[in-house]
Every structure is written in C-alpha cells, then in structure tokens.
C-alpha cells in the first residue's frame, strides 16, 4: 500500500478503537450518579477519548499514520457539531489542562496592607465536567457516527488499494 494511504488508514483505525472507548466510557458512566467520582472520571475518560482523533498525535514527517483524522470524514450538523467542538474545547482547555479561565484563584489578602505574615487566604473554583451538563445520548451518537465512518473509511482504502493493484 502507499504510504500515504496507509497513514491515512493507520489513523483511522487508531481513531475507531478511540471512538469504540467513548462509546464504553458513556455506557460505564451511566451506572452512576453525576455525583460520584466514578462518573466524572468515566467522562474524562470519554472526552479525552473521543478528541484524540483530532490532535496533533504524529508530528515527525516520517510517522506511520497521519496526524489527525480529517473531520470531513463525518458531516456534523447544527447541534452535533456544536457537541464536537463544545468536546474538543473542554479536552483543549479543562481535561488535558487547567486553564486558568476555567478555574479561575483569588488571592484574599487578611490585611489591607498584605502583609504575608499576617496570612492571606484564596478562594477558587475548579471546572467540573459534571456542570456541563453533556448530552450522554448525544455525546454517544456522534462518537458512534466518528466509529462507524472510521471503519468505512478504513474499507475504503483497502479497497481501492486492491482494485488499483498496489503492492505493499
């Protein structure tokens, strides 16, 4: 095969077993209340999944498979494709790091003079996955639709590999 059809079907195969993982991370987290650490990390675990696809994951030239999946691969519309980057944000800017946006640290001084041997005290706020309040079902459906398309395309580039005589 080509080499550049076999970066292309190297990555979409790496990016179907990360979409199969989104889809058990989902299943997994609906088992437990949005109370539980058992479910915030399930979602972690899920978006983290499902945005690796779509990161810089082979930088060298000469890598095996591309760097990214080509997101034209699904066609997502209105509210799925709101989903998709709403996903890709939160991995970007609050599950792979702690953007200060996000989680936002006041320094609260004891004394007006802030003395730092009087004390100071902070008041914070982490990020939460859980007050996104994320659509399981249709966080699920556009995973299954990366999944699916993943494995057409994969098929795809063996077939038109073996219908035009490539040898490896």
């Not at 859980?130 to 699916?148: S, T």
């Amino acid at each position: 095969m080509e080499p550049a059809k076999f970066k292309a079907f190297s990555r979409a195969h790496i990016a179907n077993e990360d979409f199969e993982s989104v889809a058990r991370f989902i299943d997994a987290a609906r088992r437990y209340t949005t109370a539980t650490t058992e479910y915030e990390a399930l979602l972690h675990a899920a978006i983290i999944a499902y945005a690796r696809p779509f990161s810089c994951n082979e930088l060298a030239p000469d890598s095996p498979a591309d760097p990214r999946i080509d997101i034209a691969l699904v066609k997502l519309l209105g509210a799925d494709l709101a989903l998709h980057n709403r996903i890709i944000t939160m991995r970007n800017k609050m599950v792979a790091h702690a953007e200060f946006a996000q989680n936002p640290v006041i320094l609260i001084p004891i004394k007006p003079s802030f003395d730092v041997e009087a004390g100071m005290a902070t008041e914070s706020r982490r990020w939460r996955v859980v007050e996104e309040k994320i659509d399981l079902d249709a966080f699920q459906r556009i995973a299954n639709a990366m999944h699916e398309q993943c494995i057409h395309h994969t098929f795809e580039i063996v077939l038109r590999h073996l219908h035009l005589g490539y040898s490896a």
